[in-house]
T-cell receptor, first 114, second 116 residues
Framework: KNQVEQSPQSLIILEGKNCTLQ??????????LRWYKQDTGRGPVSLTI?????NTKSNGRYTATLDADTKQSSLHITASQLSDSASYIC?????????????FGAGTRLTVKP | DAGVIQSPRHEVTEMGQEVTLRCKPI?????LFWYRQTMMRGLELLIY????????DSGMPEDRFSAKMPNASFSTLKIQPSEPRDSAVYFC??????????????FGPGTRLTVT
């Protein structure tokens, strides 16, 4: 069973609207949680990294939140743009597993329409 | 900085042929990773190197896969013989230890492999 589950699998929104992507994980204890953006035909690019003690991290219009008690994270995108169309991947690294041990979610495919 | 460079970007080959994928990491990075991405399984770590030494190859699917890193600026992933189920996008990534102990990985553009 995948230790990192993302929802929804895909999402379509209109340009200018906000959206929230979800990530639930069972990796425990964990060291850090990352959100990556992957454009079609490209490699993933890191958006945010949060340690287990952080609750929120922002990167421009992207804000990630983390609830370590419920093992949930969300990525909120504000005032979406066409360029936000991409897959968003949640990645959790277990504590003690080495900082290069990353458990990947399957991703959420976001489409922003004009 | 040119980022992580991978070649070729696309490879189409017939079953049974040998395939070699190439990667040049970001200069100065001491970790290099090979990943495979498919629709069914998402991103999977195959192997990673630290200072040119393979550290963990537990993700390599079988003996048909091998990876080398002869120097700090070059790595190869070889599949011999290739099979249709090897069709996927293969990513190389490199990293350097970050400020709080985590490693920010930088991914290359990937090689799309199709085995017919």
């Amino acid at each position: 069973k995948n230790q990192v589950e993302q929802s929804p699998q895909s999402l379509i929104i209109l340009e200018g609207k906000n959206c929230t992507l979800q990530c639930n994980y069972t990796v425990s204890p964990f060291s850090n949680l990352r959100w990556y953006k992957q454009d079609t035909g490209r490699g993933p690019v890191s958006l945010t990294i949060m340690t287990f003690s952080e609750n929120t991290k922002s990167n421009g219009r992207y804000t990630a939140t983390l609830d370590a008690d419920t093992k949930q994270s969300s990525l909120h995108i504000t005032a979406s743009q066409l360029s936000d169309s991409a897959s968003y991947i949640c990645v959790v690294s277990p504590r003690g597993g080495g900082n290069n041990d990353m458990r990947f979610g399957a991703g959420t495919r976001l489409t922003v329409k004009p | 900085d040119a980022g992580v460079i991978q070649s070729p970007r696309h490879e189409v080959t017939e079953m049974g042929q040998e395939v070699t994928l190439r990667c040049k990491p970001i200069s100065g990075h001491d970790y290099l990773f090979w990943y495979r991405q498919t629709m069914m399984r998402g991103l999977e770590l195959l192997i990673y190197f630290n200072n040119n030494v393979p550290i963990d190859d537990s993700g390599m699917p079988e003996d048909r896969f091998s990876a080398k890193m002869p120097n700090a600026s070059f790595s190869t992933l070889k599949i011999q013989p290739s099979e249709p189920r090897d069709s996927a996008v293969y990513f190389c990534a490199s990293s350097l230890r970050g400020g709080q102990g985590w490693y920010e990985q930088y991914f290359g553009p990937g090689t799309r492999l199709t085995v017919t």
